[in-house]
């Protein structure tokens, strides 16, 4: 059974020409509606519906839910709407499901759960926004025939050896990062070394390639086979990450890495978890929102300097690496602040590098004691704190680079100072993290 036209504008309380469904109209015509399903109870029929906003296509849809009654008659009792205007009842995506259910009888609408609604937007979102991508001029019919250049080498490729042609240029700067301040190369005697070397793969990486990922969708297939799996060797990721700050954030974007392994960690062993809380959680952890304060400024600012007294102090060579990758785990991926080389060139330890902004206006003691990830232990040592993220960070980098020990190195610009908490690699913390 369908509703009639009469019925509908007796609901709506609208006519052929009220504006509620001129626009439902065009809604339809658009194919904003992603999905349109109902839930059978008993004397009655539930609606669930997802629209596409009209002005923010990427944001999550408005959910439009209805009450059908079956007994004695079959009437049109409630519409809500998520949209401003939906708790009129007569807004144009309401409309724009009853008209959809003009069109269609009750029979044909498919059935759902009551929970799988919760989960279409994640799933349905990329295939549903394919057809308001935008369209290049140069498909436009109106415009004439353009030549159709094939590029040898690949984009990334070509920006990478015009950054490395013109280090001094915009594109450069812009992709290195822009920085304040000077650092002079006669302030310290020690070389901050950035060479090629070798990383062996650490066993538990090899156990956790074996657990497969079940179950995915085609949406998140096709994601997984594009954006995850590697299409080129690790040391050539590692290369064009640490010179191309775009392809660095290009090529962790799918990634679990050091930085935001533990708030993974802490939300999957957490009770107070469900099926629209993780999708959120991974729309907020895939595509973040970019910010910077003055925090962040600071840590970038003093990140070289820290570096340099390390490694002058410390009488260790100490290179630069990129973003760290392996191929039987694509999925993790870790971007140190430094490695610790030996004679022959071998990495013997992780180096990470932390420069409070408190520093900039606290002694060292100060600082350390108003330090939450510092944790002063009874024989007066230092440690740091095993329910921080700092401390999955680093774990997740050891095992990343198959090293067992870390410097993490807190850095005080106040006192040019800094102090070194030790880190060994703890196996059976990262076993439960990964």
């Keep these: 059974?369908?509703?009639?036209?009469?019925?509908?504008?007796?609901?709506?309380?609208?006519?052929?020409?009220?504006?509620?469904?001129?626009?439902?109209?065009?809604?339809?015509?658009?194919?904003?509606?992603?999905l349109c399903g109902k839930i059978v109870k008993e004397n009655e029929v539930q609606i669930k519906a997802l629209?596409?906003?009209?002005?923010?296509?990427?944001?999550?849809?408005?959910?439009?839910?209805?009450?059908?009654?079956?007994?004695?008659?079959?009437?049109?009792?409630?519409?809500?709407?998520?949209?401003?205007?939906?708790?009129?009842?007569?807004?144009?995506?309401?409309?724009?499901?009853?008209?959809?259910?003009?069109?269609?009888?009750?029979?044909?609408?498919?059935?759902?759960?009551?929970?799988?609604?919760?989960?279409?937007?994640?799933k349905l979102k990329e295939p549903s926004l394919e057809q308001f991508k935008p369209v290049p001029i140069s498909k436009f019919c109106c415009?004439?025939?353009?030549?159709?250049?094939?590029?040898?080498?690949?984009?990334?490729?070509?920006?990478?050896?015009?950054?490395?042609?013109?280090p001094l240029s915009a594109i450069a700067l812009h992709s290195t990062g822009r920085k304040s301040f000077e650092i002079r190369s006669d302030v310290y005697a020690t070389e901050?070394?950035?060479?090629?070397?070798?990383?062996?793969?650490?066993?538990?990486?090899?156990?956790?390639?074996?657990?497969?990922?079940?179950?995915?969708?085609?949406c998140c297939q096709k994601v997984y086979d594009c954006k995850v799996i590697l299409t080129m060797t690790p040391t050539k990721i590692r290369n064009l990450s640490l010179n191309d700050k775009s392809f660095w954030h290009q090529i962790r974007q799918f990634k679990i890495t050091g930085s935001r392994c533990y708030s993974l960690y802490t939300y999957y062993t957490s009770s107070n978890k469900s099926d629209e809380k993780w999708s959120k959680k991974a729309s907020s952890y895939f595509w973040p929102k970019s910010f910077s304060n003055k925090f962040v400024k600071h840590?970038?600012?003093?990140?070289?300097?820290?570096?340099?007294?390390?490694?002058?102090?410390?009488?260790?060579?100490?290179?630069?690496?990129?973003?760290?990758?392996?191929?039987q785990t694509p999925w993790l991926g870790y971007s140190s602040d430094g490695i610790v080389l030996n004679d022959l060139n071998v990495p013997i330890k992780l180096l990470?590098?932390?420069?409070?902004?408190?520093?900039?206006?606290?002694?060292?003691?100060?600082?350390?004691?108003?330090?939450k990830y510092v944790i002063k232990n009874s024989d007066s040592s230092l440690?740091?704190?095993?329910?921080?993220?700092?401390?999955?960070?680093v774990q997740l980098g050891l095992i990343m680079l198959n090293l067992e020990t870390c410097d993490f190195v807190i850095y005080n610009s106040l006192e040019h100072k800094y102090i070194i908490l030790n880190v060994d690699i703890d196996y059976e913390y990262c076993k439960k993290m990964l």
């Design 352 to 371: 990470e590098i932390k420069c409070p902004y408190l520093g900039s206006s606290k002694s060292v003691p100060e600082l350390i004691n108003d330090l």
């Design 299 to 327: 840590g970038i600012k003093y990140e070289q300097i820290a570096r340099e007294l390390y490694a002058e102090t410390t009488k260790q060579k100490v290179i630069q690496s990129g973003f760290i990758v392996h191929y």
């Design 143 to 166: 415009v004439g025939n353009y030549i159709d250049f094939i590029l040898i080498s690949s984009k990334t490729t070509i920006r990478s050896a015009l950054i490395s042609a013109a």
């Design 51 to 122: 629209v596409i906003q009209t002005s923010h296509i990427r944001e999550m849809p408005h959910e439009i839910t209805g009450n059908i009654s079956t007994v004695p008659l079959f009437k049109i009792e409630k519409f809500t709407c998520t949209c401003a205007a939906g708790l009129s009842e007569c807004c144009k995506h309401i409309v724009v499901i009853l008209l959809l259910l003009n069109r269609n009888s009750l029979d044909e609408i498919e059935t759902l759960s009551s929970t799988e609604l919760k989960c279409q937007w994640t």
């Design 192 to 218: 901050i070394y950035e060479e090629p070397f070798q990383i062996i793969s650490n066993e538990l990486l090899d156990v956790i390639s074996e657990y497969s990922v079940l179950n995915l969708g085609d």
């Design 1 to 34: 059974m369908a509703f009639t036209i009469g019925e509908i504008f007796a609901f709506a309380n609208c006519s052929i020409n009220s504006r509620n469904v001129v626009e439902g109209e065009q809604v339809l015509k658009s194919k904003q509606i992603i």
């Design 383 to 393: 440690s740091l704190n095993k329910k921080d993220a700092y401390y999955a960070q």
